[in-house]
């Protein structure tokens, strides 16, 4: 059985940093593209990060240069660095995972497997 668990979520004021982490169970992480995504009451999921099994990293171009997508393949867990967050950023946030030669960069829909959300909350 597939599990993946995010923490890390909170509440911030705009200029500031949160780290988030998700820890896989079940799949064989080190072959597996991981991603961040977050939806925004009222909003479209929306991708924000990818990290393939080579360290090849995709961002969406609101986040590029604020936000640092990063795995540790030896303790199956993704992470997502966020610095200079704007209330903008102000989400529930997701990770997911799948098999890369499945997954579309950031396309929710190609991505079986999902975790709970952390919600992340940024004040101005």
């Known amino acids: 059985q597939v599990q993946l668990v995010e923490s890390g979520g909170g509440s911030v004021q705009a200029g500031g940093s949160v780290r988030l982490s998700c820890t896989a169970s079940?799949?064989?992480?080190?072959?597996?593209?991981v991603a961040w995504f977050r939806q925004a009451p009222g909003k479209e999921r929306e991708g924000v990060a990818r990290?393939?099994?080579?360290?090849?990293?995709t961002y969406t171009e609101s986040v590029k240069g604020r936000f640092t997508i990063s795995r540790d393949n030896s303790k199956n867990t993704l992470y997502l660095e966020m610095k200079s967050l704007r209330p903008e950023d102000s989400a529930m946030y997701y990770c997911?995972?799948?098999?890369?030669?499945?997954?579309?960069?950031?396309?929710?829909?190609?991505?079986?497997?999902w975790g709970q959300g952390t919600q992340v909350t940024v004040s101005s």
């Open positions: 990290i393939d099994y080579i360290g090849s990293t």
């Open positions: 997911a995972a799948e098999n890369c030669a499945l997954a579309r960069a950031l396309v929710a829909s190609s991505y079986r497997y």
């Open positions: 079940g799949l064989p992480f080190r072959f597996y593209c």
